[in-house]
Protein backbone atom coordinates (compact mmCIF):
# COMPACT_ATOMS: atom_id res chain seq x y z
CA UNK A 1 0.00 0.00 0.00
CA UNK A 2 1.26 3.50 -0.67
CA UNK A 3 0.00 6.82 0.66
CA UNK A 4 -1.20 9.59 -1.92
CA UNK A 5 1.03 12.50 -2.92
CA UNK A 6 -0.56 15.12 -1.26
CA UNK A 7 1.95 18.30 -1.55
CA UNK A 8 5.16 19.11 -3.75
CA UNK A 9 7.38 21.91 -3.05
CA UNK A 10 10.13 22.69 -5.80
CA UNK A 11 13.02 25.15 -5.11
CA UNK A 12 15.19 26.39 -7.75
CA UNK A 13 18.48 24.90 -6.70
CA UNK A 14 17.44 21.53 -8.17
CA UNK A 15 15.58 19.61 -4.91
CA UNK A 16 12.11 19.47 -4.43
CA UNK A 17 9.88 18.62 -1.23
CA UNK A 18 7.32 15.56 -1.18
CA UNK A 19 4.95 14.82 0.84
CA UNK A 20 2.75 12.20 1.27
CA UNK A 21 -0.62 12.07 3.65
CA UNK A 22 -3.12 9.67 4.36
CA UNK A 23 -4.92 6.98 6.62
CA UNK A 24 -2.91 4.06 8.10
CA UNK A 25 -4.97 1.25 9.79
CA UNK A 26 -3.56 -1.33 12.84
CA UNK A 27 -0.11 -2.10 11.76
CA UNK A 28 0.28 -1.97 7.94
CA UNK A 29 3.22 -1.42 5.84
CA UNK A 30 3.36 1.31 3.10
CA UNK A 31 5.62 1.17 0.11
CA UNK A 32 7.36 4.29 -1.76
CA UNK A 33 9.06 3.09 -5.21
CA UNK A 34 11.91 5.44 -5.87
CA UNK A 35 15.04 5.38 -8.52
CA UNK A 36 18.25 4.29 -7.09
CA UNK A 37 19.74 7.81 -7.40
CA UNK A 38 17.02 9.20 -4.90
CA UNK A 39 17.74 6.57 -2.24
CA UNK A 40 20.73 8.89 -0.76
CA UNK A 41 18.53 12.25 -0.51
CA UNK A 42 15.76 9.90 1.23
CA UNK A 43 18.19 8.52 3.50
CA UNK A 44 19.26 11.78 4.27
CA UNK A 45 15.94 13.94 4.80
CA UNK A 46 13.13 11.15 5.46
CA UNK A 47 10.55 12.88 7.55
CA UNK A 48 7.82 9.88 9.08
CA UNK A 49 5.12 10.92 11.51
CA UNK A 50 1.91 8.82 13.16
CA UNK A 51 0.05 11.27 14.24
CA UNK A 52 -2.39 8.95 15.78
CA UNK A 53 -0.01 7.67 18.60
CA UNK A 54 1.16 5.10 16.55
CA UNK A 55 5.01 4.19 16.04
CA UNK A 56 7.18 3.78 13.44
CA UNK A 57 8.88 0.30 13.78
CA UNK A 58 11.56 0.00 10.97
CA UNK A 59 12.22 1.58 7.25
CA UNK A 60 13.54 -0.92 5.06
CA UNK A 61 15.08 -0.67 1.11
CA UNK A 62 16.36 -2.35 -1.04
CA UNK A 63 20.61 -3.56 -1.28
CA UNK A 64 22.38 -1.56 -3.10
CA UNK A 65 24.19 -4.46 -4.33
CA UNK A 66 23.39 -6.11 -7.81
CA UNK A 67 21.27 -8.60 -8.58
CA UNK A 68 23.58 -11.54 -9.26
CA UNK A 69 25.22 -11.01 -5.71
CA UNK A 70 21.67 -11.31 -4.03
CA UNK A 71 21.01 -14.17 -5.27
CA UNK A 72 24.27 -15.86 -4.90
CA UNK A 73 23.73 -14.94 -0.98
CA UNK A 74 20.87 -17.04 -1.08
CA UNK A 75 20.59 -21.02 -0.57
CA UNK A 76 19.46 -21.60 -3.75
CA UNK A 77 21.84 -20.03 -6.69
CA UNK A 78 18.87 -18.79 -9.64
CA UNK A 79 22.29 -16.76 -11.48
CA UNK A 80 22.37 -17.19 -15.14
CA UNK A 81 18.93 -18.76 -15.91
CA UNK A 82 19.68 -22.56 -14.48
CA UNK A 83 17.91 -25.71 -15.42
CA UNK A 84 15.74 -28.05 -13.00
CA UNK A 85 18.86 -30.45 -13.12
CA UNK A 86 21.33 -27.15 -12.13
CA UNK A 87 18.88 -26.59 -9.27
CA UNK A 88 18.60 -30.11 -8.04
CA UNK A 89 22.37 -30.50 -8.30
CA UNK A 90 22.71 -27.24 -5.34
CA UNK A 91 20.23 -29.09 -2.90
CA UNK A 92 22.09 -32.60 -2.84
CA UNK A 93 21.51 -34.47 0.76
CA UNK A 94 17.88 -32.60 0.98
CA UNK A 95 14.64 -34.34 1.39
CA UNK A 96 12.33 -33.86 -1.63
CA UNK A 97 9.11 -35.44 -2.58
CA UNK A 98 8.68 -36.67 -6.40
CA UNK A 99 5.52 -37.70 -8.29
CA UNK A 100 6.10 -39.92 -10.94
CA UNK A 101 3.59 -40.55 -11.34
CA UNK A 102 3.11 -41.87 -7.59
CA UNK A 103 4.35 -39.79 -5.33
CA UNK A 104 6.96 -40.76 -2.96
CA UNK A 105 9.91 -39.42 -0.60
CA UNK A 106 13.58 -39.76 -0.80
CA UNK A 107 16.92 -37.51 -0.04
CA UNK A 108 18.66 -36.00 -3.17
CA UNK A 109 22.09 -37.97 -3.77
CA UNK A 110 22.47 -35.98 -7.21
CA UNK A 111 22.09 -35.25 -11.16
CA UNK A 112 23.27 -37.36 -14.13
CA UNK A 113 23.51 -37.44 -18.06
CA UNK A 114 22.28 -40.51 -19.71
CA UNK A 115 22.61 -40.49 -23.53
CA UNK A 116 19.26 -42.59 -25.07
CA UNK A 117 19.12 -43.86 -28.48
CA UNK A 118 16.10 -42.12 -30.00
CA UNK A 119 14.22 -42.98 -33.55
CA UNK A 120 15.34 -45.82 -36.02
CA UNK A 121 16.96 -45.77 -39.39
CA UNK A 122 17.93 -42.37 -41.01
CA UNK A 123 15.87 -40.70 -37.84
CA UNK A 124 18.08 -42.77 -35.36
CA UNK A 125 20.13 -40.06 -33.13
CA UNK A 126 21.35 -40.11 -29.65
CA UNK A 127 20.07 -37.39 -27.01
CA UNK A 128 20.68 -36.69 -23.62
CA UNK A 129 18.89 -36.73 -20.66
CA UNK A 130 18.81 -35.94 -16.73
CA UNK A 131 18.13 -38.08 -14.58
CA UNK A 132 17.67 -37.58 -10.44
CA UNK A 133 19.19 -40.02 -8.44
CA UNK A 134 17.42 -40.58 -5.09
CA UNK A 135 17.68 -42.36 -1.56
CA UNK A 136 14.23 -44.22 -0.79
CA UNK A 137 13.44 -46.77 2.21
CA UNK A 138 13.66 -49.33 -0.33
CA UNK A 139 17.20 -48.45 -1.66
CA UNK A 140 18.19 -46.14 -4.65
CA UNK A 141 15.68 -44.94 -7.49
CA UNK A 142 16.85 -43.30 -10.32
CA UNK A 143 13.97 -41.37 -12.42
CA UNK A 144 14.05 -39.45 -15.83
CA UNK A 145 13.17 -35.82 -14.93
CA UNK A 146 11.16 -36.38 -18.27
CA UNK A 147 8.93 -38.07 -16.44
CA UNK A 148 8.77 -36.00 -13.47
CA UNK A 149 5.60 -34.44 -12.75
CA UNK A 150 6.29 -32.81 -9.21
CA UNK A 151 9.00 -31.95 -7.12
CA UNK A 152 8.57 -30.40 -3.49
CA UNK A 153 11.50 -29.38 -1.40
CA UNK A 154 10.63 -30.45 2.32
CA UNK A 155 13.07 -28.61 4.56
CA UNK A 156 11.01 -24.97 4.84
CA UNK A 157 13.93 -22.92 5.37
CA UNK A 158 15.48 -23.89 1.92
CA UNK A 159 11.79 -23.47 0.61
CA UNK A 160 11.64 -20.17 1.86
CA UNK A 161 15.33 -18.97 0.36
CA UNK A 162 14.04 -19.92 -2.69
CA UNK A 163 11.21 -17.93 -2.89
CA UNK A 164 12.90 -15.09 -1.49
CA UNK A 165 15.32 -15.48 -4.56
CA UNK A 166 12.01 -15.33 -6.84
CA UNK A 167 10.73 -11.92 -5.10
CA UNK A 168 14.53 -10.50 -5.65
CA UNK A 169 14.01 -11.83 -9.57
CA UNK A 170 11.00 -9.61 -9.33
CA UNK A 171 11.93 -6.43 -8.18
CA UNK A 172 14.97 -6.63 -10.46
CA UNK A 173 13.06 -6.01 -13.41
CA UNK A 174 13.46 -2.52 -13.50
CA UNK A 175 16.95 -2.29 -12.10
CA UNK A 176 16.76 1.58 -11.69
CA UNK A 177 14.34 1.38 -9.39
CA UNK A 178 13.30 0.56 -5.67
CA UNK A 179 11.48 -0.29 -3.18
CA UNK A 180 11.49 1.49 0.43
CA UNK A 181 8.79 0.06 2.97
CA UNK A 182 8.21 1.96 5.68
CA UNK A 183 6.12 -0.27 8.53
CA UNK A 184 3.70 1.76 11.17
CA UNK A 185 2.64 0.26 14.58
CA UNK A 186 -0.86 0.91 16.10
CA UNK A 187 -4.31 0.30 16.40
CA UNK A 188 -7.50 2.06 14.33
CA UNK A 189 -7.43 4.29 12.06
CA UNK A 190 -4.46 7.05 12.32
CA UNK A 191 -2.87 10.23 9.91
CA UNK A 192 -0.02 9.79 9.10
CA UNK A 193 2.54 11.48 6.82
CA UNK A 194 6.09 10.52 5.07
CA UNK A 195 8.12 13.57 3.52
CA UNK A 196 11.11 13.59 1.89
CA UNK A 197 13.78 15.85 -0.45
CA UNK A 198 15.06 14.42 -3.79
CA UNK A 199 16.77 15.36 -6.80
CA UNK A 200 14.50 17.31 -9.19
CA UNK A 201 15.24 19.32 -12.87
CA UNK A 202 14.89 23.35 -11.81
CA UNK A 203 11.79 24.95 -12.60
CA UNK A 204 12.11 27.96 -14.73
CA UNK A 205 10.50 31.53 -15.75
CA UNK A 206 9.25 32.83 -19.06
CA UNK A 207 8.00 36.32 -18.93
CA UNK A 208 5.76 38.35 -21.74
CA UNK A 209 5.40 42.13 -21.51
CA UNK A 210 2.76 44.02 -23.07
CA UNK A 211 3.24 47.93 -24.01
CA UNK A 212 0.53 49.71 -24.67
CA UNK A 213 1.15 53.76 -25.42
CA UNK A 214 -2.32 54.55 -23.41
CA UNK A 215 -1.96 51.78 -20.72
CA UNK A 216 0.39 50.70 -18.25
CA UNK A 217 2.98 47.78 -19.07
CA UNK A 218 1.26 44.23 -18.08
CA UNK A 219 3.58 41.43 -17.30
CA UNK A 220 2.28 37.79 -17.44
CA UNK A 221 4.84 35.11 -15.68
CA UNK A 222 4.89 31.26 -16.48
CA UNK A 223 7.01 28.84 -14.66
CA UNK A 224 8.28 25.56 -16.34
CA UNK A 225 7.72 22.82 -13.74
CA UNK A 226 8.95 19.07 -15.30
CA UNK A 227 7.88 16.10 -13.55
CA UNK A 228 10.39 13.22 -14.28
CA UNK A 229 9.45 11.09 -11.51
CA UNK A 230 8.02 7.89 -11.91
CA UNK A 231 4.52 8.83 -10.23
CA UNK A 232 2.09 10.79 -11.38
CA UNK A 233 1.79 14.12 -9.71
CA UNK A 234 -2.63 14.25 -9.07
CA UNK A 235 -4.27 16.76 -7.02
CA UNK A 236 -1.51 18.05 -5.69
CA UNK A 237 -0.68 21.54 -3.71
CA UNK A 238 2.58 22.66 -5.78
CA UNK A 239 5.07 25.25 -4.46
CA UNK A 240 7.71 26.69 -6.38
CA UNK A 241 10.50 28.67 -3.72
CA UNK A 242 12.66 31.09 -5.34
CA UNK A 243 16.02 31.05 -3.54
CA UNK A 244 18.60 28.71 -2.81
CA UNK A 245 19.28 27.25 0.59
CA UNK A 246 22.23 24.96 0.59
CA UNK A 247 21.58 21.50 -0.56
CA UNK A 248 24.51 18.77 -1.09
CA UNK A 249 24.46 15.34 -1.91
CA UNK A 250 26.56 12.27 0.25
CA UNK A 251 26.49 8.29 -0.58
CA UNK A 252 24.30 7.52 2.19
CA UNK A 253 23.53 4.21 0.43
CA UNK A 254 26.55 2.90 -0.34
CA UNK A 255 27.85 0.28 2.37
CA UNK A 256 30.97 1.59 4.31
CA UNK A 257 33.53 -0.45 5.90
CA UNK A 258 36.37 1.40 7.47
CA UNK A 259 39.60 -0.79 7.08
CA UNK A 260 41.78 -2.23 9.90
CA UNK A 261 45.41 -3.15 10.97
CA UNK A 262 46.34 -6.98 10.01
CA UNK A 263 48.13 -7.80 13.91
CA UNK A 264 49.88 -11.21 13.72
CA UNK A 265 49.91 -12.81 16.27
CA UNK A 266 53.62 -13.15 18.31
CA UNK A 267 54.81 -16.73 18.55
CA UNK A 268 57.23 -17.91 21.49
CA UNK A 269 59.16 -20.69 21.58
CA UNK A 270 58.30 -23.32 23.61
CA UNK A 271 60.94 -24.49 26.61
CA UNK A 272 63.51 -27.45 25.83
CA UNK A 273 63.47 -30.28 28.29
CA UNK A 274 66.46 -30.60 30.12
CA UNK A 275 69.06 -32.83 31.58
CA UNK A 276 70.95 -32.24 34.84
CA UNK A 277 74.37 -34.11 36.22
CA UNK A 278 75.20 -35.08 39.37
CA UNK A 279 73.94 -33.04 42.46
CA UNK A 280 75.83 -30.66 43.71
CA UNK A 281 77.61 -30.39 47.76
CA UNK A 282 76.33 -27.66 49.42
CA UNK A 283 79.89 -26.04 49.06
CA UNK A 284 80.03 -26.48 45.50
CA UNK A 285 79.57 -22.64 43.84
CA UNK A 286 76.81 -22.59 41.68
CA UNK A 287 77.14 -20.96 37.94
CA UNK A 288 75.06 -17.33 38.48
CA UNK A 289 71.33 -17.81 36.05
CA UNK A 290 71.34 -16.73 32.27
CA UNK A 291 70.19 -13.72 31.91
CA UNK A 292 69.88 -13.60 27.93
CA UNK A 293 67.35 -11.14 26.20
CA UNK A 294 65.04 -14.05 25.19
CA UNK A 295 65.06 -15.29 28.94
CA UNK A 296 63.85 -11.96 30.12
CA UNK A 297 61.08 -11.67 27.64
CA UNK A 298 59.49 -14.59 28.61
CA UNK A 299 59.69 -13.39 32.29
CA UNK A 300 57.80 -10.10 30.83
CA UNK A 301 55.02 -12.03 29.55
CA UNK A 302 54.52 -14.16 32.37
CA UNK A 303 54.08 -10.99 33.90
CA UNK A 304 51.61 -9.51 31.91
CA UNK A 305 49.83 -13.02 31.72
CA UNK A 306 49.63 -13.01 35.74
CA UNK A 307 47.94 -9.48 35.74
CA UNK A 308 45.52 -10.52 32.80
CA UNK A 309 44.42 -12.96 35.55
CA UNK A 310 44.26 -11.16 38.45
CA UNK A 311 44.01 -8.00 37.71
CA UNK A 312 41.84 -7.22 34.88
CA UNK A 313 40.14 -4.79 34.02
CA UNK A 314 36.67 -4.59 34.72
CA UNK A 315 34.25 -4.35 31.75
CA UNK A 316 31.07 -3.45 33.61
CA UNK A 317 29.66 -0.22 32.43
CA UNK A 318 29.56 2.68 34.82
CA UNK A 319 26.08 4.56 35.92
CA UNK A 320 27.03 7.40 33.25
CA UNK A 321 27.07 5.08 30.38
CA UNK A 322 23.77 3.70 31.12
CA UNK A 323 21.72 6.84 32.06
CA UNK A 324 23.21 8.01 28.23
CA UNK A 325 21.82 4.86 26.97
CA UNK A 326 18.47 5.58 28.67
CA UNK A 327 18.14 8.99 27.14
CA UNK A 328 19.03 7.62 23.46
CA UNK A 329 15.96 5.24 23.96
CA UNK A 330 13.87 8.61 24.07
CA UNK A 331 14.78 9.50 20.49
CA UNK A 332 11.66 7.78 18.80
CA UNK A 333 9.89 11.02 20.38
CA UNK A 334 7.98 13.10 17.42
CA UNK A 335 8.98 16.36 16.39
CA UNK A 336 6.39 18.62 14.72
CA UNK A 337 8.34 20.29 11.65
CA UNK A 338 7.45 23.90 10.66
CA UNK A 339 6.75 24.43 6.87
CA UNK A 340 7.54 28.09 4.97
CA UNK A 341 5.04 29.36 3.59
CA UNK A 342 5.89 32.96 2.80
CA UNK A 343 8.87 35.32 2.27
CA UNK A 344 11.46 34.93 4.16
CA UNK A 345 15.33 36.64 3.80
CA UNK A 346 16.26 35.45 0.35
CA UNK A 347 13.38 32.80 -0.12
CA UNK A 348 9.99 33.69 -1.78
CA UNK A 349 7.09 31.36 -2.40
CA UNK A 350 5.14 30.78 -5.52
CA UNK A 351 1.88 28.96 -4.04
CA UNK A 352 -0.20 27.55 -6.87
CA UNK A 353 -4.09 28.31 -5.35
CA UNK A 354 -5.88 24.94 -7.37
CA UNK A 355 -4.55 21.43 -7.27
CA UNK A 356 -1.78 20.68 -10.08
CA UNK A 357 -2.08 17.47 -12.14
CA UNK A 358 0.69 16.64 -14.08
CA UNK A 359 1.69 12.92 -15.92
CA UNK A 360 4.62 11.63 -15.08
CA UNK A 361 7.09 12.36 -17.56
CA UNK A 362 5.41 14.90 -18.05
CA UNK A 363 6.04 18.90 -18.45
CA UNK A 364 3.64 21.93 -17.85
CA UNK A 365 3.16 25.40 -18.16
CA UNK A 366 1.87 27.18 -15.11
CA UNK A 367 0.87 30.65 -14.34
CA UNK A 368 2.47 32.58 -11.49
CA UNK A 369 2.36 36.61 -12.01
CA UNK A 370 0.02 38.84 -13.96
CA UNK A 371 0.17 42.18 -12.83
CA UNK A 372 0.47 46.06 -14.41
CA UNK A 373 3.91 47.58 -13.34
CA UNK A 374 5.45 50.64 -14.25
CA UNK A 375 8.08 51.29 -16.62
CA UNK A 376 9.50 54.03 -19.21
CA UNK A 377 10.58 53.46 -22.86
CA UNK A 378 14.37 54.31 -23.78
CA UNK A 379 16.80 54.05 -25.97
CA UNK A 380 20.45 52.43 -25.03
CA UNK A 381 23.44 53.09 -26.54
CA UNK A 382 26.75 51.31 -26.63
CA UNK A 383 29.48 52.16 -29.38
CA UNK A 384 30.56 48.42 -28.55
CA UNK A 385 27.41 46.99 -29.44
CA UNK A 386 26.62 48.95 -31.97
CA UNK A 387 28.52 52.17 -33.73
CA UNK A 388 25.51 53.75 -35.23
CA UNK A 389 22.45 52.99 -33.19
CA UNK A 390 20.92 52.51 -30.02
CA UNK A 391 18.89 49.43 -28.61
CA UNK A 392 15.30 49.85 -27.98
CA UNK A 393 14.90 49.05 -24.17
CA UNK A 394 12.69 49.49 -21.42
CA UNK A 395 13.34 50.42 -17.50
CA UNK A 396 11.09 48.26 -16.42
CA UNK A 397 10.09 48.63 -12.07
CA UNK A 398 8.56 46.38 -9.99
CA UNK A 399 5.36 47.53 -8.13
CA UNK A 400 3.94 44.42 -7.22
CA UNK A 401 4.92 42.32 -4.13
CA UNK A 402 6.09 39.31 -6.07
CA UNK A 403 10.04 38.51 -6.70
CA UNK A 404 10.31 38.44 -10.22
CA UNK A 405 13.38 35.60 -10.92
CA UNK A 406 15.53 35.86 -14.06
CA UNK A 407 14.08 34.29 -17.26
CA UNK A 408 13.45 35.31 -20.85
CA UNK A 409 10.80 38.28 -21.78
CA UNK A 410 9.19 38.08 -25.07
CA UNK A 411 7.82 42.01 -25.56
CA UNK A 412 4.96 42.77 -27.65
CA UNK A 413 4.22 46.62 -28.54
CA UNK A 414 0.65 48.39 -29.45
CA UNK A 415 -0.01 44.16 -30.39
CA UNK A 416 2.93 43.38 -32.13
CA UNK A 417 6.06 41.38 -31.89
CA UNK A 418 8.66 44.03 -30.42
CA UNK A 419 11.48 41.28 -29.86
CA UNK A 420 13.06 39.18 -27.26
CA UNK A 421 15.27 40.42 -23.49
CA UNK A 422 16.34 38.60 -20.74
CA UNK A 423 15.96 39.70 -16.99
CA UNK A 424 17.86 39.29 -14.43
CA UNK A 425 16.05 38.71 -10.40
CA UNK A 426 13.77 41.80 -9.79
CA UNK A 427 13.11 42.05 -6.38
CA UNK A 428 9.59 44.13 -5.11
CA UNK A 429 10.76 48.13 -5.29
CA UNK A 430 13.70 47.98 -8.01
CA UNK A 431 13.50 48.49 -11.69
CA UNK A 432 15.88 47.12 -14.25
CA UNK A 433 16.95 47.95 -17.93
CA UNK A 434 16.08 45.76 -20.42
CA UNK A 435 16.87 46.04 -24.31
CA UNK A 436 14.88 44.00 -26.60
CA UNK A 437 16.04 45.81 -30.40
CA UNK A 438 17.79 48.44 -32.71
CA UNK A 439 16.64 51.45 -32.85
CA UNK A 440 16.57 51.74 -36.44
CA UNK A 441 14.88 55.43 -36.14
CA UNK A 442 17.83 56.98 -33.95
CA UNK A 443 21.09 57.29 -34.73
CA UNK A 444 23.77 58.49 -32.54
CA UNK A 445 27.45 60.36 -34.09
CA UNK A 446 29.77 59.81 -31.38
CA UNK A 447 32.98 62.03 -31.74
CA UNK A 448 36.05 62.64 -29.52
CA UNK A 449 36.96 65.87 -27.87
CA UNK A 450 40.56 67.27 -27.10
CA UNK A 451 42.41 63.59 -27.15
CA UNK A 452 43.06 61.30 -23.87
CA UNK A 453 44.25 63.32 -21.32
CA UNK A 454 46.08 61.66 -18.21
CA UNK A 455 45.68 62.67 -14.76
CA UNK A 456 48.33 61.40 -12.20
CA UNK A 457 47.70 62.05 -8.17
CA UNK A 458 50.46 61.41 -5.64
CA UNK A 459 50.25 61.24 -1.36
CA UNK A 460 52.40 60.50 0.87
CA UNK A 461 50.91 58.93 4.43
CA UNK A 462 52.21 57.23 7.36
CA UNK A 463 55.77 56.94 5.14
CA UNK A 464 54.34 55.15 1.70
CA UNK A 465 53.57 56.95 -1.74
CA UNK A 466 50.20 56.10 -3.62
CA UNK A 467 50.37 56.75 -7.05
CA UNK A 468 46.93 57.03 -8.99
CA UNK A 469 46.50 57.45 -12.66
CA UNK A 470 43.48 58.07 -14.67
CA UNK A 471 42.37 58.79 -18.45
CA UNK A 472 39.86 61.05 -19.63
CA UNK A 473 38.31 61.52 -22.49
CA UNK A 474 36.01 64.14 -23.72
CA UNK A 475 33.23 62.57 -25.53
CA UNK A 476 30.47 64.40 -27.64
CA UNK A 477 27.56 62.67 -29.10
CA UNK A 478 25.76 63.68 -32.02
CA UNK A 479 21.88 61.99 -31.29
CA UNK A 480 19.50 62.20 -34.23
CA UNK A 481 16.09 61.21 -33.77
CA UNK A 482 13.83 60.49 -36.91
CA UNK A 483 10.85 59.32 -35.16
CA UNK A 484 7.96 61.68 -34.79
CA UNK A 485 7.78 60.90 -30.68
CA UNK A 486 10.37 61.94 -28.37
CA UNK A 487 12.86 59.83 -26.54
CA UNK A 488 15.05 59.26 -24.19
CA UNK A 489 18.96 58.14 -24.81
CA UNK A 490 20.92 56.67 -22.25
Known sequence: MALPLSKIVLYSSGVGYFQHDGTVHNSMQ????????????????????????????????????????????????????PTLGQILTQVRGEPVEVTAPNPFVGTLLGVEKKAESVGEGSQHRLIEQEYVTLLTEEGFRSLSLANVQHIKLINPSLNAELHQALAA???????????????????????????????????????????????APYMQGWAI????????????????????????????????????????????????????????????????????????????????????????????????????????????????????????????????????TIAKHQSALLPIIGQTLQGQKVSLYNQRVNVKHPLNGYRLKNTSDLHVMQGPITLFDSGTYAGDARIEDLPPGQDRLISYALDLKTEVEPKLEGGTQELATVSLKKGTMLISRRLVEDRTYLVKNRDTKAKTVL
Open 169 to 215: LVTNHDAQKKTVSITFDGTGNRQARVAYLTEIPVWKTTYRLILDEDK
Open 30 to 81: LDLRLHTNQINDLLKSLVVQDFGGGKVSTVTYGSHDPVSKTLGSFGINLNGN
Open 225 to 356: VENQTSQDWDNVTLSLISGRPISFTMDLYQPLYNPRPVVQPELYANLKPQTYGDALDENTPMAPAPSTRSEMKKERLLGKMAQGLVGGRSHIPAESDMAAAKEMSRINEGVTPTAMAEDKGELFEYRIDQPV
